[in-house]
């Protein structure tokens, strides 16, 4: 071998550049990167990131929080001037003591026990749009089912009134461009005058959802209701406790994370049982339980492919030596097929036993608030479903976003069969 | 309840009310809708086997074994 060959730590294969993300997760890529020793160098822009594929040490860092930190630099792949990071910190960016003290305020919206009260809510609206979805046979699965059952139901959580659903949804759907290269939105849509460097998701969109949210605060201030928007101003009112951005960016993100991610699940879902009858017909003999099913569904969509990190101190990572202030970045797209992790990764099997997936992250602080509600709504969609005998079949191949990040899917053509 | 019981005990300054820990035992955690933290029922005994468990999931690391080396570390090997 070459002298320089065995010195020199050989660059991570692609896995940013947004065009591969047409044809879906490149898993070769983030295949080689685990069979990789150590962490690989992955050139990004004017510098790169520490490419994090194994599902051991995406928990490490996920679960290392004081080192591997959210709050310095950016938690996309890019970087941000500081203003804008300042402009846009939320949940998402932020360390304790502040994301403590953020997420327990809005966390009380999503216990397992409040959850369970929305289940009835879930049921219908899943009822009637499974119902709606068999009368017409062929449909869009994004447009019938995947995109307004979670949008209603977290606006019904929030306190959003019906009749803006449609405006939402729009919006939160410029917002998944905005993590592409696709911008197709005017940079004043919508009235916007902020530079969008320090809007969320470098998008006007994003504007429009802050006077969405703040008309809607100050609606709940004078006539408080049970929802998740009249707690956040309650707390305001109480203790300070939330500033005019932190309400601002949360709001932007529980639109945002409500609509998008378990969209997301419900196709890649729904596409992955019309693929494998088989693995349907498993749940329909009550073989296996919409619970277990739901879990491969999770780890087999996984709807956010990454997120990043920067390391606040000197760290070792997979015998790999890191600088403080080097962008790390852990790929929970990677992490779902770790061989290590799961046997026979790429099969999609409803009746996994032990589903330890990252679909809501690697653990730690920043684990998914919402996890116990996309799993409310994939579970009763998969029951509404057994209850009614349904089948799905492929009619076309799915339109995916062109996203490193999300793991979209603009339309899926099904049959929905009775 | 058998000699391989164990009590588990929640950080409450730690736990982010992830939930994970009434998922897996619900007759032992359950996440308080008032202080929005997972607390323990009764005394808190469970097998070793599925404290661990819950251990290993809570993505947190609220969670560890009463009178445990210290506390048991979530964030694995």
Not at chain 1, 345 to 362: L, M
Request: glycine share 8%; charged share 25%.
């Amino acid at each position: 071998m070459h002298a320089d060959q065995t010195t020199a730590r050989p660059d991570a294969p692609n896995v940013t550049d947004d065009a591969l993300y047409l044809d879906g997760i490149p898993h070769d890529r983030f295949a080689e990167m685990r069979a990789a020793p150590g962490l690989l160098w992955h050139p990004y822009r004017d510098g790169g990131f520490w490419a994090v594929a194994r599902h051991a040490e995406v928990r490490q860092v996920s679960r290392s929080p004081e080192v591997f930190s959210s709050a310095i630099g950016h938690t996309n792949l890019w970087d941000l001037e500081a203003d804008a990071l300042e402009a846009r910190r939320g949940l998402i960016d932020t360390d304790a003591p502040d994301h403590t003290r953020i997420r327990r305020l809005v966390a009380s919206g999503f216990t397992p026990k409040n959850i369970k009260t929305w289940g009835t809510t879930v049921r219908e609206l899943t009822a009637e749009l499974l119902d709606e979805a068999v009368a017409v046979g062929t449909s869009d699965w994004v447009d019938s089912l995947a995109a307004p059952l979670p949008i209603r139901v977290i606006l019904a959580l929030l306190g959003v009134p019906v009749d803006d659903a449609d405006h939402l949804v729009a919006l939160s759907n410029h917002l998944v461009e905005g993590t592409s290269e696709q911008q197709t939105l005017a940079p004043d849509a919508f009235g916007n005058t902020t530079e969008l460097r320090l809007l969320p998701f470098n998008s006007p969109a994003s504007h429009a959802l802050f006077e969405y949210g703040e008309a809607l605060a100050a609606r709940k201030r004078l006539e408080p209701a049970d929802d998740i928007v009249t707690t956040l101003v309650q707390a305001e009112a109480d203790g300070e406790r939330l500033s005019g951005a932190e309400f601002r960016n949360l709001f932007h993100l529980l639109v945002f994370a409500g609509n998008e991610t378990t969209r997301t699940a419900l196709t890649h879902g729904a596409m992955a049982l019309a693929d494998h009858p088989e693995q349907w017909q498993r749940v329909l003999d009550g073989e296996v339980s919409v619970e277990q099913a739901t879990e491969e569904i999770l780890r087999w969509a996984t709807p956010v492919l990454h997120m990043r990190r920067t390391t606040a101190v000197d760290t070792e990572l997979a015998g790999t030596r890191i600088g403080a202030g080097e962008k790390v970045v852990v790929w929970y797209a990677s992490a779902n097929r770790d061989e290590t992790v799961f046997e026979d990764p790429y099969r999609f099997d409803v009746g996994r036993d032990d589903n330890p997936h990252f679909a809501f992250g690697g653990g730690g602080p920043h684990f998914c608030l919402g996890a116990f509600l996309a799993r409310l709504e994939i579970q009763v969609v998969l029951e509404e479903m057994r209850a009614r005998g349904l089948r799905l079949r492929r009619v076309g191949d799915p339109v995916r976003v062109p996203s490193n990040f999300v793991h979209g899917v603009l339309s899926l053509d099904l049959e929905v069969v009775s | 309840m058998s000699a391989d019981d164990v009590a588990v005990r929640v950080d409450t300054e730690v736990c982010i009310a992830g939930g994970q820990c009434e998922l897996l035992a619900p007759d032992i955690f359950e996440i308080d809708d008032d202080e929005v933290v997972a607390v323990v029922r009764g005394d808190g005994r469970l097998p070793r086997n599925v404290a661990l468990e819950v251990i290993d999931r809570c993505p947190s690391g609220a969670i560890s074994i009463v009178g445990g080396s210290d506390h048991i570390p979530a964030s694995g090997p």
